[in-house]
């Protein structure tokens, strides 16, 4: 079963950081475009960023702009989003996913199951 595996989330006190891993389980991640999102409670799930195969980035939240960096690395078969300057507001649980595609558009068709960041103080 081909599946994404999100890790990293925590607790963490305002301004601090994490990174979170993304990988992927029986695929190659090289020839896809990966997104991270989340959802804090009560809300709806909202895009974070995407990055291209190529490893070109694209930002779907301006509050993370500047704080969050996604990137990944192929031969590790992952991919990351390092946040920093974390906010009460971030607290969320953050999936990856999988387009079909080369680029960032359409639906993702694999999920993760997911990981909590919870930062509080």
């Known amino acids: 079963q081909l599946k994404l595996v999100e890790s990293g989330g925590g607790l963490v006190q305002p301004g601090g950081s994490l990174r979170l891993s993304c990988a992927a389980v029986?695929?190659?991640?090289?020839?896809?475009?990966i997104g991270w999102f989340r959802q804090a409670p009560g809300k709806e799930r909202e895009g974070v960023q995407c990055?291209?195969?190529?490893?070109?980035?694209?930002n779907y939240a301006d509050s993370v702009k500047g704080r969050f960096t996604i990137s990944r690395d192929n031969a590790k078969n992952t991919v990351y989003l390092q946040m920093n300057s974390l906010r009460p507001e971030d607290t969320a649980v953050y999936y990856c996913?999988?387009?079909?595609?080369?680029?960032?558009?359409?639906?993702?068709?694999?999920w993760g199951q997911g990981t909590q960041v919870t930062v509080s103080s």
């Open positions: 029986r695929f190659s991640l090289d020839y896809y475009a």
């Open positions: 996913a999988r387009y079909r595609d080369l680029e960032c558009w359409g639906t993702p068709a694999t």
């Open positions: 990055i291209s195969s190529e490893g070109e980035s694209t």
